[in-house]
């Protein structure tokens, strides 16, 4: 059994390992170019489009290829050179985003080519989504993990909340095609920390005979082969099974809070815009907050444990937002119980999302990480457009307010089915002990 993290092992001395900074430093620019990305082609679709249900179905494409396309590139990517791969999809999308900005300049956008980028773009990220995931644990020790992936979960959402304000401003001072032009730098940039990293793994020789056999046997390995024991892999481990209904479960419930941001500051809230920059501002300190405590819980509580009280969290503050009505119009209550509502739900979804990201590195085993995580992530993607679907069916006949009330008392009530019910969501020590 892994023994627990000495006090060596902290943020500070996971800092001074260099493969481990190289690739921290790829991920912080590339989430600092997805969040100008996130800000300029909303902006961008709808100003192309002037249509809210055109720029509905971008984003609904933009979704598409990670729900459909990923858990069939994980056989392939399992097979490749994680390295080269992420390598490869930071060089693709960095030229196809120059391409897209070429064609804005000269005037010839539209709604059909803007959703041709969009695909082009998801889908090269279905190949790194799962190449990023089994890369992570080749270059960091596993008693340094959770400390990993949480310290990259902390600065990014920080990296975020910075490139979120920023985008605004770059745009109204040098415009969308600086802005775009930016995004594609930060691919090309990260792309080369990435090509600085010494993969741990593969510097790891092969020292016998059986392993080169292996290693071989691998390479030999169809590709059905390798997507039918993918899909079997995960379906016949009960515990990744069980993270997987977690985190259908939560993107599910948490949609309409994402969605119904607007309508609850105008509406429950009597606020307007700024309301959403606190709920905004807020939400990130939360998931800062929430990433960095995340080891300590791990090491001191039992997973089920946490996704309980977490959970229970999440959907209790959910329901405090009703309380907003109590305070309408009035601007400080609004923005001081609006804040701490959403800081609170925040840190708990990021001790929830990270607890599942971390303990599926340790349940997992290192053939399967690649398709076991392509088909956990299309799993849970799926629960978003579903959501969406029925969110707008159901906004026909009740409030944003009852459906936010449902929301919250339904997630109170799923964490009090999963703590009480025989769901597992650790590694016993005989299988602990098999796996070391």
């Given at each position: 059994?892994?023994e627990?993290?000495?006090?060596?092992n902290?943020?500070?001395e996971?800092l001074k390992?260099?493969?481990?900074s190289?690739?921290l430093?790829?991920?912080?620019?590339?989430?600092?170019?997805?969040?100008?990305?996130?800000?300029?082609f909303?902006w961008l679709?709808?100003?192309?489009?002037q249509?809210?249900?055109?720029a509905?179905?971008?984003?609904?494409?933009n979704?598409?290829p990670?729900?459909?396309?990923q858990?069939?590139v994980?056989?392939?990517?399992?097979?490749?050179?994680?390295k080269?791969?992420?390598v490869?999809?930071?060089?693709?999308?960095?030229?196809?985003?120059?391409?897209f900005?070429l064609?804005y300049?000269?005037g010839?956008?539209?709604p059909?080519?803007?959703?041709g980028f969009?695909l082009?773009?998801?889908?090269i990220?279905?190949f790194?989504?799962?190449?990023s995931?089994a890369?992570?644990?080749?270059?960091?020790?596993?008693?340094?993990?959770?400390h990993?992936?949480?310290?990259?979960?902390?600065?990014s959402s920080a990296v975020?909340?910075?490139?979120t304000g920023a985008a605004g401003i770059?745009?109204a001072?040098f415009g969308v095609?600086?802005?775009?032009?930016?995004?594609?730098?930060?691919?090309f940039i990260?792309m080369f920390?990435?090509l600085?990293?010494?993969?741990?793994e593969d510097n790891?020789?092969?020292v016998?005979?059986?392993?080169k056999?292996?290693?071989?046997?691998?390479?030999n390995?169809?590709?059905?082969?390798?997507?039918?024991?993918?899909?079997?892999?995960v379906?016949?481990?009960k515990?990744?099974v069980n993270?997987?209904?977690?985190?259908?479960m939560m993107n599910?419930?948490l949609?309409p809070l994402?969605a119904?941001?607007a309508?609850i500051a105008e509406?429950?809230?009597?606020?307007?815009s700024t309301?959403?920059?606190?709920m905004g501002?807020?939400?990130s300190l939360g998931v800062?907050?929430?990433?960095a405590i995340?080891?300590a819980?791990?090491?001191?509580?039992?997973t089920?444990?946490?996704?309980?009280?977490?959970?229970v969290?999440?959907g209790?503050f959910?329901?405090?937002?009703a309380?907003?009505?109590?305070?309408s119009?009035?601007?400080?209550?609004g923005?001081l119980?609006?804040?701490?509502?959403?800081f609170?739900?925040s840190?708990?979804t990021a001790v929830?999302?990270?607890?599942?990201?971390?303990?599926f590195?340790?349940?997992?085993?290192?053939a399967y990480?690649?398709?076991?995580?392509?088909?956990?992530?299309?799993?849970?993607?799926a629960?978003?457009p579903?959501?969406?679907?029925?969110?707008?069916?159901?906004?026909v006949?009740?409030?944003?307010?009852?459906?936010?009330?449902g929301c919250?008392?339904t997630?109170v009530?799923?964490m009090i089915i999963?703590m009480?019910?025989s769901?597992e969501?650790d590694?016993?020590?005989?299988?602990?002990?098999n796996?070391?």
């Amino acid at each position: 059994m892994p023994e627990k993290m000495t006090k060596r092992n902290n943020y500070k001395e996971l800092l001074k390992e260099k493969e481990y900074s190289k690739l921290l430093v790829a991920n912080l620019v590339n989430r600092f170019g997805d969040s100008l990305d996130a800000i300029t082609f909303t902006w961008l679709i709808y100003h192309i489009t002037q249509s809210a249900s055109l720029a509905v179905l971008i984003y609904g494409l933009n979704v598409l290829p990670n729900i459909i396309v990923q858990p069939f590139v994980g056989p392939i990517v399992e097979k490749m050179n994680k390295k080269k791969i992420i390598v490869a999809t930071h060089l693709l999308r960095g030229i196809i985003i120059s391409a897209f900005v070429l064609i804005y300049m000269f005037g010839k956008v539209n709604p059909f080519i803007m959703a041709g980028f969009t695909l082009i773009i998801t889908t090269i990220e279905s190949f790194n989504l799962p190449a990023s995931g089994a890369f992570v644990p080749m270059v960091v020790k596993k008693e340094k993990l959770s400390h990993a992936i949480s310290l990259n979960e902390s600065l990014s959402s920080a990296v975020s909340l910075i490139g979120t304000g920023a985008a605004g401003i770059i745009i109204a001072r040098f415009g969308v095609q600086f802005t775009m032009m930016i995004d594609a730098a930060t691919f090309f940039i990260a792309m080369f920390f990435i090509l600085l990293i010494k993969n741990y793994e593969d510097n790891q020789p092969v020292v016998n005979n059986e392993a080169k056999s292996a290693k071989k046997a691998k390479n030999n390995f169809s590709y059905r082969a390798m997507l039918k024991d993918g899909f079997k892999y995960v379906l016949g481990n009960k515990i990744l099974v069980n993270y997987a209904i977690m985190a259908v479960m939560m993107n599910f419930l948490l949609v309409p809070l994402n969605a119904l941001e607007a309508p609850i500051a105008e509406n429950v809230f009597g606020l307007g815009s700024t309301l959403l920059s606190v709920m905004g501002m807020a939400s990130s300190l939360g998931v800062i907050v929430g990433s960095a405590i995340t080891p300590a819980i791990i090491d001191k509580f039992k997973t089920k444990n946490t996704l309980f009280v977490c959970g229970v969290l999440l959907g209790s503050f959910m329901t405090c937002i009703a309380l907003g009505r109590f305070v309408s119009g009035i601007a400080f209550a609004g923005y001081l119980l609006g804040g701490i509502c959403y800081f609170m739900m925040s840190g708990a979804t990021a001790v929830l999302c990270g607890v599942v990201k971390i303990q599926f590195f340790s349940v997992c085993d290192r053939a399967y990480l690649a398709r076991a995580g392509a088909v956990m992530g299309a799993s849970s993607a799926a629960a978003m457009p579903l959501a969406s679907i029925l969110v707008s069916c159901v906004l026909v006949k009740i409030s944003s307010l009852h459906l936010i009330l449902g929301c919250g008392v339904t997630t109170v009530v799923l964490m009090i089915i999963v703590m009480f019910s025989s769901m597992e969501f650790d590694l016993k020590e005989t299988e602990v002990s098999n796996a070391a």
